[in-house]
């Protein structure tokens, strides 16, 4: 299988210059449609079966929900990350040519290479529909810049990596997806605006669990979060005006803080463990009109700062 998957990777390397006249019109006559590029879901639930694991018992044991686990079982959802693919490779305890089938089958339900290979058809009669309103968070270290000017790239990069890890983790754990890593900067999207608030607090508790286990890696993140309908890219990402909400809400989040625009709470009004205190409005960078702002703070400790009592 290696032979022929290291050639469709290097397909995916023209959609750079598919608009060199003539290169294009090459690229649409070759049979990619032909290839039998295997399902991740498939490959998934063949090895899943062969082992007598339940969808719930490997859900569990990989730390995402049944529900996710079907959906890309049955091919509603694309393959999760790297990590999440490693840890169900290692739940079903697959030897090497297994492991690598599983793995590579994952990377080939890359958006790109899949349009690439003609595999994005719909069934006949049967109409696409895509969600439209999408909800972003996006979430990045404070103080690295200055941690990396005190400790180094090396540090630095020590420190990036643990963060893009936990947070591809949770954003798995919480039906979500990881869209983009830039620096100490990640950028995560959700079907579900409580899933996505579940997943901004279990993201900031998992950093501070880190950071006091590991004081060398000071995980201190701030988190932004808008909703709205975004412009879908072809290689996966997005574009608009929420994920410049979420970027600006984010830049003036405080360590621990999860802040989030009035669109969120209107979708999720009342979700378990979450208080919404409002926050004022901020006259965001980009945005003519000065913009509510709601911090999104975790129930407990809510009732914890109010059952205090004064000077304590």
């Not at 290979?117 to 309103?133: D, Y």
């Not at 574009?239 to 999860?258: M, Q, T, Y």
């Amino acid at each position: 299988m290696q032979d022929w998957f290291k050639k469709l990777k290097d397909l995916e390397k023209l959609k750079d210059i598919q608009n060199i006249p003539g290169l294009s019109g090459v690229i649409e006559n070759l049979p990619l449609d032909k290839i039998p590029v295997p399902s991740f879901g498939d490959q998934l639930r063949d090895f899943r079966t062969l082992r007598g694991k339940s969808v719930e018992d490997l859900a569990t044991e990989v730390g995402i929900t049944p529900m996710a686990l079907r959906d890309i079982e049955s091919g509603k959802r694309s393959a999760p990350s790297e990590s999440t693919v490693i840890a169900l490779a290692n739940a079903l305890h697959l030897e090497k040519d297994d492991r690598e089938t599983l793995v590579d089958s994952a990377e080939l339900s890359s958006p790109m290479l899949r349009k690439i290979l003609g595999k994005e058809k719909s069934a006949p009669g049967q109409t696409t529909l895509t969600a439209a309103i999408l909800v972003f968070l996006i979430a990045d270290i404070r103080g690295y810049t200055r941690f990396t000017e005190e400790h180094g790239d090396a540090a630095a990069a020590r420190l990036t990596t643990r963060f893009s890890e936990l947070a591809h983790g949770i954003a798995d754990q919480y039906d979500g997806r990881i869209v983009e890593v830039r620096g100490d900067e990640v950028l995560a999207v959700f079907a579900s605006a409580r899933q996505a608030l579940h997943a901004a607090h279990m993201l900031q508790a998992r950093c501070a669990e880190e950071a006091a286990v590991h004081p060398e890696l000071p995980l201190a993140i701030g988190v932004g979060m808008d909703v709205g309908e975004p412009i879908p890219m072809e290689d996966g990402g997005y574009r608009g005006a929420a994920l410049n909400r979420a970027a600006r809400l984010c830049s003036i989040a405080g360590p621990g803080d999860v802040l989030v625009s009035t669109g969120v709470a209107y979708i999720a009004p009342q979700v378990d463990g979450v208080t919404y205190v409002h926050r004022g409005a901020e006259q965001l960078k980009g945005i003519a009109e000065p913009t509510p702002v709601l911090l999104a703070a975790r129930t407990e400790v809510m009732d914890a700062d109010q059952g205090a009592a004064p000077g304590e």
